[in-house]
Structure formats: C-alpha cells, structure tokens
C-alpha cells in the first residue's frame, strides 16, 4: 500500500530536484560568457511586447470589475470616495502582480514549451549541438532571462491599465473627473507598495521559463509529447506560481513591515 505512494513520492521530489538544477544551472550560465544580447532581446519582445495586448486587456477588464465589486462593498458604509485607492492598492500589491504572471503562463510558458519541444523531438537540437552551438545557452538561458525581465514590466503594464479601467467605471456611474480619481487612486499608495509587488514577478518569470523550458528539453514522444509538454507547462507554471506567492507575500510583509 506505501510503496506506490512512496515512490511516487521520491519521483516528484526527483523531478523537483531536477528542474531546480536546471534553474539553478540557467542562472549561474547567465553569467558567463558567450552571451547571447541579441537572443535575449528578441525574447524579451517576443514574450514582453507581444503580451502586451493580452495584460493591457485583461488589466482594463479586471479594473472595471474591482472598481463595480468596491463600490457595492463601501457604499454600505458611506465610503465611496475610498474607491480608488483601494482599488490601486488592491491592483498594485497582488492582483496586477498574480493575474499577469497567470497570463502569462498560458500564453508564453506554453509557446516555449511546445516550440522546444518541437525542436527536440525533430532533433533541432541536436543539430544545433552539432555545429558547435551551446543549445543549453541559446534556448534555454535566453528564454528564462527574457520571462525575468519582462514579467516586471508586463506587471506594471497591468496595474496601470487597472487603474484605468477602475477610472472609467467610476467616472461612467459617479461622473468623477481625471483628476480627482487618480489624486485619491495614489494618496495612499506608496513606492514601497510598488517595488517589492512588482520585482517579485521576476521570481514568477524565473518559474514560467524553467518549468517550459526544461519539459521543452525532455520532450518524448514524438508530436502527441508536444501537446503534453505545452499543457504541462501551463498547469505546473500557474500551480507553482500561486505557491510561491504566497511565500512571497509573506516574506514582503517580513521584510516590508510598514507595507502590510
């Protein structure tokens, strides 16, 4: 009866031991050189620019529903001219930062995940290999790179657009003006509110690139191995990034006392 169980519980902690090497290894790689600045920026507009309108969307939508779902919370208590800066609170601090980097894990842990897959059960890699071309560098180190520095980005993307979208539902049922709304938006919100929010999306952008891009580099069987892999990194990606949050969060409210 436990041995299933134990077995399947030295796999997982093999496969976590795993992809964490190979993080850790992505890391220290970064470092040394060749290096690759052109792949790295093509990434980085392939992940970050090409995102853009998915989190500008999604930001605007989520703003207009947070600024509805506030304003139904506080006018019970007379307090609506609280709107906005709970709003940009909420925006900043964690929602802006868990639905971007959820986004973009579908849309960017999956393409890399089933583009190097594709490359490996074709033995593009290999080839690559071949002519002398540190594969482990070009594909996997550039990508991972890329999803560090755009995530940050990308999230401040969101939490502007959300603030936006809060400011159109408020001032298409209050009628408040430019102004007004984003004087009352920042009067509570502070940098240190922004920074620690913010910057830890790149430990989000560090999962999403591992995760995709070592089931990229142990893709199997064949095109049905593909599929897997894109589903697989979007799954594992969004599981690991709500626990890290958490984590995370807890350690910004250790490290930032004044923020909580």
Known sequence: MFDPVGRAILAALAWIGEVSGFGLRALREAFLPPYEFVEIARQVFEIGWR????????G?????????????SLERFGAEAMIPAGLAIAL??????????????????AGIGAELGAMKVTEQID???AVAVDSFKF???????ACIVA???LTTVTDFCGIVGGF???TAISGMSWTLYFDRAFSLVEFRDFVPATLKTSVF????????CYLGFTTTQGTEGVGLTATRSVVLSSILIIVVNVVLVRFIFFMFPASV
């Open 51 to 58: 995102s853009l309108p998915l989190v500008a969307t999604s």
């Open 60 to 72: 605007v939508a989520i703003g207009v529903v947070l600024s509805m779902h506030t304003r139904a």
């Open 92 to 109: 900043i601090r964690e929602t802006g930062p868990l639905v971007t980097a959820l986004l973009v894990a579908g849309r960017v842990g």
């Open 127 to 129: 080839a690559l290999e």
């Open 139 to 145: 594909l996997a180190v550039t990508r991972i790179l």
């Open 151 to 153: 995530m940050p980005l």
């Open 168 to 170: 159109f539902a408020e």
């Open 205 to 212: 952008g560090m999962i999403i690139g591992t995760i995709a």
